[in-house]
């Protein structure tokens, strides 16, 4: 597609429930990143993809979170036991390469009470 | 590590006023930069990018960024806002190939009438 895609929009969870977000980038786009904004205001990477390979998790915490990128799917964020604290609004992007400009997706507000 | 800076963290203008917002970035080595608008409610968009060349960038909606490597700063500026640009604007940087993005935390901008 022409947009990168992000469902659902809205995601209610309660607290140790599971969460899954889904992301498909934009196609031919070998990049996928995943970003947490919380308060509307700092956006924290998560987890980079190259095709289905992570390339770079050095923000993902360590407990809990877990991605994958397959072929022909859509890339997915999955939170087990969610917390309070995981409350936010989470984006994934796309890029062509390594070095071009990333398109973001809409985004999925997770909630969790 | 390499981090952004925004120091003005709400603007308010009159339409037709003219804007520059601040970014400074923390690295010594060779970094692609961008911003982006969050409008109410929306994903972020790309205003423009710098990765080299000109330092003198020119984006979408007439909005345009210098690069000064001295000061390792990458300002946004618009000779004249309209209501229309009200909303979230980031300063983001990054480095090598496929490296995520390091965020500002934004400029909240309000242009009144």
């Known amino acids: 597609g022409e947009e990168v895609a992000q469902t659902p929009k809205h995601l209610v969870r309660g607290e140790g429930q599971k969460a899954k977000l889904y992301c498909a980038p934009i196609?031919?786009?070998?990049?996928v990143f995943w970003y947490q904004q919380v308060l509307k205001n700092e956006f924290k990477f998560l987890i980079s993809?190259?095709?289905?390979?992570?390339?770079?998790e050095t923000g993902m915490p360590k407990e809990r979170f877990s991605a994958k990128c397959l072929p022909n799917s859509p890339c997915s964020l999955e939170i087990q036991a969610t917390k309070l604290e995981d409350s936010a609004v989470y984006f994934c992007a796309s890029s062509l390469l390594g070095n071009t400009e990333a398109f973001f997706g809409q985004g999925t507000r997770l909630t969790v009470v | 590590a390499q981090s952004v800076s925004q120091h003005n963290h709400h603007v308010i203008l009159s339409e037709a006023a003219s804007l520059e917002l601040g970014c400074n970035y923390s690295y010594g080595g060779t970094v692609n930069l961008f911003w982006y608008v969050q409008y109410p409610g929306q994903h972020l968009q790309l205003l423009l990018k710098?990765?080299?060349?000109?330092?003198l960038v020119k984006g979408i909606k007439g909005f345009e960024a210098e690069f000064i490597k001295s000061k390792f700063s990458f300002n946004l500026r618009k000779p004249s806002v309209q209501w229309s640009d009200t909303a979230e604007y980031f300063c983001?940087?990054?480095?090598?190939?496929?490296?995520?993005?390091?965020f500002g935390t934004g400029t909240r901008l309000q242009v009144t009438l």
């Open positions: 983001a940087a990054s480095t090598g190939t496929a490296s995520k993005l390091t």
């Open positions: 196609k031919g786009h070998s990049y």
């Open positions: 710098y990765f080299s060349g000109d330092p």
């Open positions: 993809f190259q095709n289905e390979n992570v390339f770079d």
